[in-house]
């Protein structure tokens, strides 16, 4: 199997945990292995070789794709899995490295208890009983200060394990307690301890439409505040443009939780398809020169109803086109209100360099507008041969566009709103909290729409300071 640049995740809070179980799910068909960890193409191997122990695994959701014959599943494995040899006669496993945590039990229960139970390491599940109530200073303060350290002996114990440690992920939600304030502390606590590697978020944002509790703008902003600092890339997922991908394109009637987990493995899978030094590239051509510009939008292509797949042709040009629009997006922001500063793009199946490369040149040149002049070949297009399961092509696309602005204002107005009344802030600062931590926390987040503002508009401005310096040479 090829070397792999290994990489650590951490999901934590419910939310984190339940798009974690769908992620994990996701690479699972993607590498052909099955929910104990055991490669379908080895149980295959050992049927033809005729042993007496028949691989009688009964397979879920999107393992039953799984084809179990192709060598090339297993490759780029080792990014997310431990392989584990097993005694003579028993199979290789691959084991997650992962971290599942959450300051209440009932979520780790239940995925301990749930298909993949038998995936992840004892050892690897870490939880609380008290719960953090929503409260992002619980998170931050009390009741997650006291399980960090328990989290970074296992995460250390991990990392000591790898070869070449790419970095962390994060999955965890911006509106509640724990995924945000202990999903904050984690953040600045990696940051210390590993301060050469990458540090990636996947983060939920609350959405006026899909909000469960008052105080969401509350955590997120406080959050936000932490991943300016922390983060490198911060990839923004929102339920509201999840509910409606699933409402309006996959034709769910009642959209659940389950259904809006499953969208955005999708397009994060497609990173781990390609090799680690093109991983790297995208990732170089996501960041600008201002590192606080480091929040991205996800697209992926196709979104189709279920009942049409076989009536589904995509060509390259609709693939592209789909990726920059909103009905594709993860978060609910219009792209065509604000420009692109960078893209990474990765198509997946049989797909040739140069189709693709032009689709690309195309669609900037027939939206050039959208696109910023100042930053050349701000678009990178990764290819992988491998098609996504299920599926015999597919794009996925990260965007750093000035449109993600709209996420952070309109969040902005929320938190301003609530915090000129000083509404609810009592629950924050019983936990040890300074009123003056949310008054910072508001000014980053103008300063960082400020910086996207501007971002935006840089274009006309160095044209007038052009159009000076020509009339002062006349």
Known sequence: MPTSREIINVQVGQAGNQVGEAFWQMLLAEHGIDHSGVSIIFNVFRHVQGTRRLFTSVHSGPLQTYTGTDPLELQRAGTYFTEVTGASGNATRFVPRSVQVDLEAGVCNKLRSGVLGNLFRPDTYLSAESGAGNNWAKGYYTEGAEL????????????EGCDALQGFQILHSLGGGTGAGLGSLMLSKLREEFPDRMMATFSILPSPKVSE??????NALLSVHQLVDSSDLTICIDNEALYDICMRTLKVPAPNFENLNDRPPEAWNEFDSISPRKSLSCMN???????QLHFLMPSYAPFYDPKAKHFEKNSVPELTKALFDRKNLLVACDPRFGRYLTAAIIFRGDISSREAEV????????????FVEWIPDNVSVSLVSVPPVGQTQSATALSNSTAIQELFTRT????SAMFKRKAFLHWYTGEGMDIMEFSEAENNTRDLISEYQQYQEATVEEEEFGEEESAEEQ
């Open 285 to 291: 051509t996501l960041k600008l020169m201002s590192i």
């Open 412 to 415: 902005l107005e929320s938190f």
């Open 359 to 370: 689709a690309v040149h195309d669609l900037q040149l027939k939206n050039s507008q959208h």
């Open 213 to 218: 509790t008052v105080v969401e703008p509350y």
């Open 148 to 159: 960090v350290d328990s989290i970074l002996d296992i995460i250390r114990r991990q990392a």
